[in-house]
């Protein structure tokens, strides 16, 4: 088996062994993709659209949102594991290893690193992971709020209706 083969497959059971303990805690099975694409087109409403939506409608897309977040919260948490596990692969690998070349320790590191197929492989797996988890950070307390946001507005309706 190649190198770059074992990181991937060593990422692959570091997930299942953390998706079996998620499904401990009651959590459903990880899907990648979100179930209901009517969660984007709620979060891309204007004001006045929202302020037009019925109490229902404003409580279906509290909870939608509410799910998408969740979803991305969840999501970040993967790629924060990943991180992390790619991070410790790479230190430990590399001890020692990054004193035989010259520079800051830094590029002494990634020296090291590049030295062999499978921590180049576990370092692309760190940096993809990283820019994932990037972009999902602060996006699932903004869509909360968002939530939050279609809540209100149904109490709002409420109030005015009840």
Known sequence: MEKQDLARERLAKLDSVLDEYESTLGLPQF??????????????????????????????????????????????????????????????????????????????????????????KIADIKRYAQQRADRLTYLSSSMKNMSDVFLNVQRSKGLKNG
């Not at 209901?36 to 229902?56: F, H, M, N, V």
């Not at 020692?96 to 990634?110: A, D, L, M, V």
Request: aromatic fraction near 10%; hydrophobic fraction near 30%.
């Open 31 to 120: 899907n990648n993709e979100f179930h209901d694409d009517s969660a984007k087109q709620y979060l891309q409403l204007t004001r006045g659209q929202i302020e037009k939506l019925t109490p229902e409608q404003c409580g279906e897309a509290a909870l939608l949102i509410s799910s998408l977040a969740f979803h991305i919260q969840r999501s970040y948490n993967r790629e924060v594991a990943r991180i992390n596990w790619a991070d410790r692969i790479l230190k430990s690998t590399v001890a020692g290893k990054e004193q035989s070349y010259r520079g800051s320790w830094e590029s002494q590191f990634n020296q090291a690193v590049k030295e062999d197929g499978y921590t180049t």
